[in-house]
């Protein structure tokens, strides 16, 4: 069961764990760390599932769900997995009332977490084998396909190494957000373990060379200087 997770969590490094969790089951994954940019991504990317952080800065999750759940049917049926560090009963049942399809309080293993979201696509039918919507992430002009494991520029099929694929579908999961080297690295570990971050300047120079009309003057994967690159172009 592949399936595409949102993953809304201000903590980094709690965010890179469930992160490379998820990786490491099959699915994909795109990450936000505060509730306003967990809205718009929810709404943008209709993933099959958001495992959203309780206690996000600029909106809660409580917000988060409720603005959701507000947003008519084709949001009403998001699952939503809960994460939190409270565990009164109040804040177990607020967010049961939300919508919140589970509830996880922290620590917890992510065994175990990895287990409660399993459950909670299979309960609602999300996923490779029975996902609701098309799998593929999409941004200026380029489509990535993580369960067929393809990749378009502007409908026309291109070829990319594990690695430039990896690093493809991360950042189209996430357009106009900076990647450092070290982010995009950590995207290819299970592909090129043995590379260093300035091997992400290579992948990202081949990459040019198959997604831009000119790799010399790029549109679309950006350099940000002193920080990293970004996919731009808006989506689509």
Do not use: W
């Amino acid at each position: 069961m592949c399936a595409h997770v949102l993953v809304a969590e201000d903590d980094p490094m709690q965010a890179e764990l469930i992160r490379r969790s998820l990786l490491a089951e099959g699915h994909t994954a795109a990450v936000v760390h505060d509730g306003a940019a967990a809205l718009d991504a929810a709404r943008r990317l209709g993933p099959d599932l958001l495992v959203l952080d309780l206690m996000l800065p600029v909106l809660d999750g409580f917000g988060v769900c409720r603005a959701l759940r507000g947003d008519g049917p084709h949001r009403a049926d998001l699952p939503v997995l809960m994460l939190t560090a409270r565990a009164d009963e109040e804040a177990l049942l607020r967010g049961l009332d939300l919508g919140a399809d589970d509830y996880m309080t922290k620590p917890y293993s992510p065994r175990e977490l990895m287990a409660r979201i399993r459950t909670v696509l299979r309960r609602s039918g999300r996923g490779a084998d029975g996902r609701r919507g098309d799998p593929a992430v999409r941004a200026a002009g380029i489509e990535v396909d993580p369960v067929r494991h393809e990749v378009r520029c502007d409908g026309v099929a291109v070829e990319c190494t594990p690695a430039e694929f990896e690093i493809l579908l991360a950042m189209a999961a996430e357009p106009e957000r900076v990647f450092t080297r070290r982010q995009l690295l950590e995207c290819t570990r299970g592909t090129d373990r043995s590379s260093t971050e300035r091997a992400v300047d290579v992948h990202i120079m081949n990459l040019r060379k198959k997604t831009e009309a000119d790799p010399r003057r790029p549109v679309r994967l950006l350099t940000v200087f002193g920080v990293g690159y970004k996919l731009s172009g808006g989506r689509g």
